[in-house]
Structures are given as structure tokens and as C-alpha cells.
């Protein structure tokens, strides 16, 4: 039995290791924990709700995510895509 319990935590060491070695393949991505896909810090494009939609577009293509983070303080209001500007600047230039 104890045996069959190594194996199993060898099986397991293995698998987070080829996981660490390999993050692009098949594997290497169903073992990735979110910790190390996400975006935190000074990387999370945010703006406040009063930001205009110009400085937006600007902090979303400068952090290059394509989506910002609404924040009140440290407090999370809301996300933007990148589609959600895109469709407010194309019905504008419609109206124009």
C-alpha cells in the first residue's frame, strides 16, 4: 500500500513539474492553476466609472489585454471590453 501511495505523489510530482516545464502544451495548460495565467499589479488595465471613453481605449491598448477593470477605489464596479468601445465609437460616426 505505501508503495502505490509514492507512486501516486511521484505521479503527481511529475505531472506539475512537466506542467512548469512545458505551460504551452495540452497538459502543461489543464494542470495550469489560474495564479500563474492571471494578470495582477500594475498589468490590470483600470479606470474609473468618470474616465472618458478616449482614455479607455488608451489604457486598454496600453496594457494590451483588451479589456479594463471599473474600479471605485479598490473596489471592482465593472469591466469593458474592447468591443464595447468599438460599437459606441462606430454608432457615433454614424450619427455624425
Known sequence: MRSR???QENAASRKRTFA???PGGKLGKKLAKV???MHSGDAVPR????TKMTDVIYE???KKLGITTVVEGEKLVGVISDGGPASVCSSAKVRT
Not at 479606470?47 to 468618470?50: A, L
Open 20 to 22: 512548469d516545464l512545458h
Open 47 to 50: 479606470v474609473s466609472g468618470k
Open 35 to 37: 495564479e500563474s495565467l
Open 5 to 7: 501511495c509514492r507512486w
Open 60 to 62: 486598454m491598448s496600453r
